[in-house]
C-alpha cells in the first residue's frame, strides 16, 4: 500500500509558475509515477509521466515545454514544474502510481491517487 499527498496548489495570476510536490509513504522508487488533472466538468486527463528512475518522462501535449516531472526516490517524492500557467491549466492536480504501463494516459493503469491540490489560474 502506497499514500501519496499532494501540496503546493494555490491561486496564481497567467504566466505565473508553481511547483507541486507528491510526498509518497512508501518507496516510489518501485513505481512509475505520474501527474493528472480535473478540470470542473471533464474527465481526468494525463499531464506528465516519469519512469521509475527518472530517465524517461513523458507529456501531454497541452504541457509540453512549460511542465516538468521530475522526482527524488530518496525523499519518496514526486515534483511537477508549472511555467507559464494559463486559465485551461485551472484544475485539481492528483499524483498516481503504477507498477508499470504501456500507456501513460490510462488511468486504470495506475494502483494509487492522492486526494489531489487544486491549482487556479485566473487574473
Known amino acids: 500500500q502506497v499514500r501519496l499527498v499532494e501540496s503546493g496548489g494555490m491561486l496564481l495570476q497567467p504566466g505565473g509558475s508553481l511547483r507541486a510536490s507528491c510526498a509518497a509513504s512508501?518507496?516510489?522508487?518501485?513505481?512509475?509515477m505520474a501527474w493528472f488533472r480535473q478540470a470542473p466538468g471533464k474527465e481526468r486527463e494525463f499531464v506528465a509521466g516519469?519512469?521509475?528512475?527518472?530517465?524517461?518522462?513523458y507529456y501531454a501535449e497541452s504541457v509540453k515545454g512549460r511542465f516538468t516531472i521530475s522526482r527524488d526516490n530518496a525523499k519518496n517524492t514526486v515534483y511537477l514544474q508549472m511555467n507559464s500557467l494559463k486559465p485551461e491549466d485551472t484544475a485539481v492536480y492528483y499524483c498516481a502510481a503504477s507498477l508499470g504501463t504501456h500507456d501513460w494516459a490510462d488511468r486504470r493503469a495506475y494502483l494509487y491517487w492522492g486526494q489531489g491540490t487544486q491549482v487556479t489560474v485566473s487574473s
Open positions: 516519469i519512469s521509475r528512475i527518472g530517465a524517461i518522462t
Open positions: 512508501g518507496r516510489t522508487s518501485d513505481y512509475v
